[in-house]
């Protein structure tokens, strides 16, 4: 097995500790192959493809810095793997210790922005599975970028897009797409583990709502079959973001809700004035 780590922090923490576990008994006893590779570019998207370029097992999985899995994470993943040779993407049931509001759902099926199945909706919005309870497999159109696996054959001539910079908001859900495209992508329950949502490279709020209206355009431009109603659609849900923003700002009248709002508005100007 390898463990590839793609480390793009801006001290030398993480080589230290990975020399560490060199020395480790369970890398020696499980024949583990850990590959080090310090890439200064900040960029989540260039640090997958590279390992994608390096790796060289059947199946890839595809884990962020903030993520803990269960023990038996992978005995369960490469179980389905194994009882199904047509099965190309699998993703794990991130445990969460709360959920949107029955109110927020409502809002956000209304605009199209979900319909909590992990499949893209009619404006092309969409997100994973991470809001929704489920007890058996489910056959999705996205996964989370924090855990995400693939059969290798899937991805010889496809990569991550390197459109996408820095955090690289919505990158997982453009690439997974494309596989769902070709094969067949699931959502397991078995395969758990905690996602702890690290900030510490994430990016100024007011910066990142502007990014996401961009990133989300960029999306439904590259997926889309461009109508008259598809960009009527599209511009209602990002409407309908701007309104669950401004209730929440209007809600808590806070620092970063303002901040919130005031970026993610100034995306849909640029956006509207810039591109449609």
């Not at 956000?108 to 809001?131: H, Q, V, Y």
């Not at 494309?178 to 690290?198: C, D, F, G, W």
């Not at 961009?214 to 960009?231: E, Q």
């Amino acid at each position: 097995a390898q463990v590839i780590i793609v480390d793009q922090s801006d001290n030398d923490a993480t080589k230290k500790y990975m020399e560490s576990c060199r020395n480790q008994l369970i890398t020696n006893s499980h024949n583990i192959n850990f590959i080090y590779i310090y890439q200064a570019k900040k960029s989540s998207v260039a640090a997958r493809n590279k390992g994608i370029d390096i790796a060289t097992g059947e199946i890839l999985s595809f884990l962020d810095d903030d993520v803990v899995l269960f023990e038996d994470y992978y005995e369960k993943v490469l179980r389905y793997f194994n009882d199904n040779k047509e099965l190309g993407g699998v993703g794990g049931k991130v445990i969460v210790k709360k959920f949107h509001s029955w109110g927020m759902k409502l809002l956000r099926k209304i605009f199209l922005l979900d319909n909590f199945d992990g499949n893209i909706t009619a404006s092309g919005f969409g997100f994973p599975m991470g809001e929704r309870r489920f007890d058996s497999p489910m056959r999705v159109e996205v996964l989370m970028g924090c855990n995400m696996n693939f059969r290798r054959e899937f991805l010889k001539n496809d990569k991550f897009d390197e459109w996408f910079t820095g955090y690289s908001y919505r990158e997982d859900v453009e690439f997974s797409y494309r596989m769902s495209q070709k094969t067949v992508l699931k959502m397991i329950p078995e395969a758990k583990l905690h996602h702890n949502y690290s900030r510490s490279n994430r990016m100024d709020i007011q910066d990142q709502k502007i990014m996401e209206v961009k990133n989300y355009y960029y999306f439904y431009k590259k997926h889309a079959k461009r109508t008259t109603l598809s960009d009527f659609l599209f511009l209602y849900s990002l409407f309908g973001l701007f309104v669950i923003y401004l209730k929440e700002y209007l809600c808590n009248f806070n620092v970063e809700k303002h901040k919130q709002l005031k970026g993610f508005t100034k995306g849909m100007i640029k956006l509207v004035t810039n591109s449609l």
